[in-house]
């Protein structure tokens, strides 16, 4: 069998309507060997074995990973991608498809992607980045904002 033609034991992370296509797709595969999802949800135990795994300790993610032979690990949410649990899976040896904590901050912070466009000259809509702003409470600023949303 050559290397592309593998069967995987895939861990899945997430719990949402992204994670149950792609567990459906990845079960309908036959590269396919396991598939596990954590968190997960009813939905998505249709088609991978939901494991009770914290995905915000990633020294417990990487521990698990090892123990249960895990050949690819597919990251879904955007907050857990941009927290870095593909890093130290990466740094472990795992196949990891979801990019670094480094690369995410281009989708995740809305100030860096703005700097970078203006660093190499893409055009974007003007933005300004308040520390003021982002030191109140949410509720406040819906308070003092919310006419603008009518």
């Not at 034991?9 to 949402?16: A, E, F, N, Q």
């Not at 989708?107 to 982002?134: D, N, T, V, W, Y």
Request: one cysteine or more.
């Amino acid at each position: 069998m050559a290397d592309r033609d593998k069967a995987e034991r895939i861990l899945l992370v997430g719990s949402g309507g992204r994670e149950d296509a792609l567990a459906h797709a990845m079960r309908k595969s036959a590269l396919c060997e396991r598939l596990h999802c954590a968190p997960g949800n009813p939905g998505i135990a249709r088609w991978a074995e939901i494991v009770a795994l914290d995905v915000n300790n990633h020294a417990s993610v990487v521990q698990w990973c090892a123990d249960n032979a895990i050949t690819l690990i597919v990251i879904g949410p955007d907050g857990i991608i941009a927290d870095g649990l593909a890093d130290p899976l990466r740094d472990a040896g795992f196949n990891v498809f979801a990019p670094s904590k480094d690369a995410s901050q281009i989708e995740a912070s809305k100030a860096f992607a703005k700097s970078a466009m203006a660093r190499f000259g893409i055009r974007r809509l003007g933005i300004r980045c308040s520390r003021i702003i982002s030191a109140l409470k949410p509720s406040n600023l819906y308070a003092n904002w919310a006419h603008l949303l009518l």
